[in-house]
């Protein structure tokens, strides 16, 4: 997977304050409203909203990967958020969830588009990268430490 087709510096946050699993979910909307010129941040929410409760996009270890569809998009766009403080995101471990990683794909989606969530969860499952996504202090970091685990996923 290449990080920077679906994932651009300007939709990776770091230190960001939410108190709840919906504002965390807000946040990553607004993120993500950027991807597409049809793409709305209240439409994205309501549909990873839908998603979430068709089942929970916890991964576990404190990492979330909210994702739905959008009819605006010509391929898969993609947000990051690292939370200040963890938030209850009904993880089935139990453990609060800081690392967010939103994915939008097209409504029709191509094979190759649905890959890219099981590339994002394979990256997420990463314990090194999750520790030093937890360490970094700037968006700029953050989205450098994905960029190149990414990297050396497809290597």
Do not use: W
């Not at 929970?56 to 898969?76: D, E, F, I, Y």
């Not at 938030?87 to 939008?104: K, T």
């Not at 890219?116 to 450098?144: F, I």
């Amino acid at each position: 997977m290449n990080i920077s087709e679906i994932l651009e510096p300007g939709r990776v946050l770091g230190n960001v304050e939410a108190r709840s699993k919906k504002r965390a979910l807000e946040i990553l909307s607004e993120l993500l409203g950027h991807a597409g010129e049809e793409c709305v941040a209240n439409d994205i929410f309501e549909n990873l909203v839908q998603r979430e409760k068709l089942g929970c996009t916890a991964l576990g270890r404190g990492v979330a990967v909210p994702h739905g569809r959008s009819p605006g998009l010509s391929g898969p766009a993609a947000a990051f958020v690292k939370l200040h403080e963890p938030v209850d995101f009904d993880a089935a471990d139990g453990e609060r969830v800081d690392l967010i990683f939103g994915l939008l794909v097209p409504e029709e989606t191509t094979e190759n588009q649905s890959a890219a969530l099981a590339d994002v969860t394979r990256l997420m499952a990463d314990a090194t990268l999750r520790g030093s996504l937890r360490e970094a202090t700037s968006s700029s970091t953050l989205y450098q430490l994905l960029a190149d685990a990414a990297d050396r996923l497809t290597t």
